[in-house]
């Protein structure tokens, strides 16, 4: 993207190959990604393989929902809500889904193709986060 041809620059994305970066413009580019699809949650620590302590489950920093925190394609993390719902109770900003990877579950947003009304997607915590309804900046401004 800046020309740039350094040792930071490498294949990026963690299903397929999203795009070949330097680490800045990488970060850049997956911020605004994260940004549009709102996948701004908080990245959940790494399991410590050497303890089998129970994880408290993820909540919703916002309203304390239980959630489930998934890692996105491009190293954003997303809150998802914990049950799928058929994709015509979803809006479409909200959708996404689950696709299996070496590394574990990785969140997809579903676009592009229009899901059948009946598949199941995973919608974003968002859609029914209380905090959220309140009138939260969403950063598009008046609607
Ligand atoms: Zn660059
Ligand atoms: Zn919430």
């Known amino acids: 993207m800046c020309g740039k041809r350094d040792a930071t620059v490498r294949g990026r994305g963690r299903i397929g190959l999203l795009a070949e970066l330097c680490e800045a413009c990488w970060q850049r580019l997956a911020n605004d990604i994260a940004e549009e699809e709102g996948a701004t949650a908080a990245p959940l620590p790494d399991p410590d393989p050497d303890t089998m302590t129970w994880i408290e489950p993820?909540?919703?920093?916002?309203?304390?929902?239980?959630?489930?925190?998934?890692?996105?394609?491009?190293?954003?993390?997303?809150?998802?809500?914990?049950?799928?719902?058929?994709?015509?109770?979803?809006?479409?900003r909200y959708r996404w889904r689950l696709v299996p990877t070496a590394g574990g579950l990785v969140a997809v947003r579903v676009r592009g193709i229009e899901p059948l009304l009946g598949d199941p997607v995973v919608p974003d915590h968002r859609m029914f986060c209380v905090a959220e309804e309140d009138g939260a900046d969403d950063g598009w401004g008046a609607r």
């Not at 890692?71 to 479409?92: F, G, H, I, M, Q």
């Open 58 to 92: 993820p909540a919703c920093p916002e309203c304390g929902a239980e959630v489930r925190v998934y890692p996105t394609n491009y190293d954003r993390w997303v809150s998802l809500a914990t049950r799928e719902r058929p994709a015509k109770d979803v809006p479409p």
